[in-house]
C-alpha cells in the first residue's frame, strides 16, 4: 500500500510511520516539521507565516496528496491536519483525534465546533485510543460505525524490566534508597506541583527517598521554588528531559512512577511505559485511568490535587516491597495483552487494507 500521513513530528507520529515502513509499505509524511526517517518520505509544508498560511497550507497540501496518489489518507489530530485532509477531498480518508481537537477546540467558538463536525463528516473512517472519547465524537456528529479504538501502545520490546541500573541511582541519590519518578511536561495541566507537596509529606516518614522529575517545561522555575520554599530541593531531583532511547532502563531503576495530570485523552504513553518497564503506578483519578489501573490490584488512583491522598499512597507502596514488586508484574502483563505497540499496528494494517479493497470496488 501506499500510505499518506498528515500530522506534526511527534513519537507517536514517528512510531506509526516507522512501522508501516518497515512493513514494506510505500510512507508519505507531510509535516510541518521536517524530520529525516528512514524509509519515509518526507514533505515539508511550511508557508512563510502570515494571515493566509492556513489557506496557503492546505493548498499546497492537497496538490502534494494529488500527486502522491496514495491508497490511503491518514490525518493525526482533526484541527488543523484532519482539515487538511478533509480540503484535499481525497478518499478513503482516515482521522484520528488526539484529545484536545475534540474535547476542548469545538467549545472554542461556533466556528471551531463547525470545523470539526466537517472533518468528522468527511472522514470515512476515525480512530482513537480511548473509549474516553467516543461519545463526544459522536456528540460532534461522527457516525458510531466509523469509530474503532486502536490505541498508540507501547513498544513492549524497547520497555521492558532492565534491572536497576547503579550509574542511574547514584547520580540521583544513593544506590538502594527509592525513588519516585514523573515524567509529565512542567506545564499546569499536569499538575507536578501537587506530586511536590506530596513529596514534602512522604520526606517526613521516610527521609531518605528521592522524587526524579523528569521533563521541561514554562512551570519548572516556579516548581524548583516550591521545592525550595518547602526545603526539600535535594530530595527533589529535576534532570531534564531523558533520551527516549536512555528511558526503559531508567525506568527500571526506579521504584514508583507517579502521574498528577488534570487530564489526558487516554492512557499516558508515559505511564504506559511505566508499566512496561514493570513499575507500580500512582495516577490522577479520571477518564480511562480506571480501566488501566485497578486499586489495590496495579496501582493506586487518587483524587485530582490532592497530595495528602498521592503521599500516603507512596507511602504504603514504599513500606510494601513486595507489593511494588507484584503490581509491576501485573502492570507489565496488562500493557503486554492489552496495550501492546505491534498489535495495535496489525490491526490497523488489516483496517487500512479493508478499507482501501472497498473503495476499488
Given at each position: 500500500m501506499k500510505i499518506c500521513y498528515i500530522s506534526t513530528k511527534s513519537i507517536h507520529t514517528r512510531r506509526w510511520v516507522e512501522y508501516f515502513a518497515e512493513r514494506?509499505?510505500?510512507?508519505?509524511?507531510?509535516?510541518p516539521d521536517y524530520d529525516n526517517i528512514e524509509g519515509v518520505k518526507v514533505h515539508e509544508v511550511n508557508p512563510k507565516a502570515s494571515k493566509f498560511?492556513?489557506?496557503?497550507?492546505?493548498?499546497?497540501?492537497?496538490?502534494?496528496?494529488k500527486k502522491i496518489k496514495p491508497d490511503i489518507l491518514h490525518a493525526h489530530q482533526v484541527v488543523p491536519f484532519g482539515l487538511y485532509g478533509a480540503l484535499s477531498a481525497f478518499h478513503p480518508f482516515v482521522v484520528s483525534p488526539w484529545g484536545s481537537d475534540v474535547l476542548i477546540f469545538p467549545k472554542s467558538s461556533i466556528?471551531?465546533?463547525?470545523?470539526?463536525r466537517f472533518v468528522l463528516n468527511k472522514a470515512d473512517l476515525i480512530t482513537c485510543d480511548t473509549d474516553h472519547i467516543k461519545e463526544p465524537l459522536i456528540e460532534l456528529g461522527a457516525e458510531p460505525?466509523?469509530?474503532n479504538l486502536i490505541y498508540f501502545g507501547t513498544d513492549t520490546q524497547?520497555?521492558?524490566?532492565?534491572?536497576?541500573?547503579k550509574k542511574i541511582i547514584e547520580e540521583i541519590g544513593v544506590f538502594g534508597y527509592p525513588m519516585v519518578i514523573s515524567l509529565r511536561t512542567l506545564e499546569p495541566l499536569y499538575n507536578v506541583e501537587s506530586l511536590i507537596a506530596s513529596a514534602s509529606l512522604v520526606l517526613k516518614e521516610i527521609p531518605e527517598v528521592k522524587f526524579v522529575i523528569a521533563g521541561k517545561g514554562s512551570e519548572e522555575v516556579r516548581l524548583k521554588d516550591l521545592a525550595k520554599s518547602l526545603g526539600i530541593l535535594d530530595s527533589v531531583?529535576?534532570?531534564?528531559?531523558?533520551?527516549?532511547?536512555?528511558?526503559?532502563?531508567?525506568?527500571?531503576s526506579m521504584d514508583i512512577y507517579v502521574s498528577t495530570s488534570l487530564s489526558d485523552a487516554g492512557?499516558?504513553?508515559?505511564?504506559?511505559?511505566?508499566?512496561?518497564?514493570?513499575l507500580p503506578v500512582v495516577i490522577t483519578d479520571f477518564g480511562d485511568n480506571r480501566k488501566w489501573v485497578e486499586d489495590g490490584v496495579n496501582g493506586f488512583t487518587v483524587p485530582l490535587k490532592d497530595p495528602k491522598s498521592l503521599a500516603e499512597k507512596i507511602i504504603y507502596l514504599l513500606?510494601?516491597?513486595?507489593?511494588?514488586?507484584?503490581?509491576?508484574?501485573?502492570?507489565?502483563?496488562?500493557?503486554?495483552e492489552r496495550n501492546n505497540y505491534y498489535k495495535e499496528m496489525e490491526k490497523m494494517e488489516r483496517i487500512y487494507t479493508e478499507l482501501v479493497e472497498r473503495y476499488k470496488r
Amino acid at each position: 500500500m501506499k500510505i499518506c500521513y498528515i500530522s506534526t513530528k511527534s513519537i507517536h507520529t514517528r512510531r506509526w510511520v516507522e512501522y508501516f515502513a518497515e512493513r514494506g509499505h510505500e510512507v508519505h509524511l507531510i509535516t510541518p516539521d521536517y524530520d529525516n526517517i528512514e524509509g519515509v518520505k518526507v514533505h515539508e509544508v511550511n508557508p512563510k507565516a502570515s494571515k493566509f498560511s492556513p489557506f496557503f497550507k492546505a493548498i499546497m497540501i492537497r496538490n502534494l496528496v494529488k500527486k502522491i496518489k496514495p491508497d490511503i489518507l491518514h490525518a493525526h489530530q482533526v484541527v488543523p491536519f484532519g482539515l487538511y485532509g478533509a480540503l484535499s477531498a481525497f478518499h478513503p480518508f482516515v482521522v484520528s483525534p488526539w484529545g484536545s481537537d475534540v474535547l476542548i477546540f469545538p467549545k472554542s467558538s461556533i466556528i471551531s465546533k463547525w470545523l470539526v463536525r466537517f472533518v468528522l463528516n468527511k472522514a470515512d473512517l476515525i480512530t482513537c485510543d480511548t473509549d474516553h472519547i467516543k461519545e463526544p465524537l459522536i456528540e460532534l456528529g461522527a457516525e458510531p460505525q466509523k469509530i474503532n479504538l486502536i490505541y498508540f501502545g507501547t513498544d513492549t520490546q524497547k520497555f521492558k524490566p532492565l534491572g536497576k541500573d547503579k550509574k542511574i541511582i547514584e547520580e540521583i541519590g544513593v544506590f538502594g534508597y527509592p525513588m519516585v519518578i514523573s515524567l509529565r511536561t512542567l506545564e499546569p495541566l499536569y499538575n507536578v506541583e501537587s506530586l511536590i507537596a506530596s513529596a514534602s509529606l512522604v520526606l517526613k516518614e521516610i527521609p531518605e527517598v528521592k522524587f526524579v522529575i523528569a521533563g521541561k517545561g514554562s512551570e519548572e522555575v516556579r516548581l524548583k521554588d516550591l521545592a525550595k520554599s518547602l526545603g526539600i530541593l535535594d530530595s527533589v531531583k529535576f534532570v531534564g528531559l531523558i533520551p527516549n532511547n536512555e528511558l526503559p532502563q531508567y525506568l527500571s531503576s526506579m521504584d514508583i512512577y507517579v502521574s498528577t495530570s488534570l487530564s489526558d485523552a487516554g492512557l499516558a504513553a508515559s505511564t504506559a511505559e511505566a508499566m512496561a518497564c514493570g513499575l507500580p503506578v500512582v495516577i490522577t483519578d479520571f477518564g480511562d485511568n480506571r480501566k488501566w489501573v485497578e486499586d489495590g490490584v496495579n496501582g493506586f488512583t487518587v483524587p485530582l490535587k490532592d497530595p495528602k491522598s498521592l503521599a500516603e499512597k507512596i507511602i504504603y507502596l514504599l513500606k510494601n516491597p513486595a507489593l511494588r514488586s507484584e503490581f509491576g508484574k501485573r502492570n507489565r502483563r496488562i500493557i503486554e495483552e492489552r496495550n501492546n505497540y505491534y498489535k495495535e499496528m496489525e490491526k490497523m494494517e488489516r483496517i487500512y487494507t479493508e478499507l482501501v479493497e472497498r473503495y476499488k470496488r
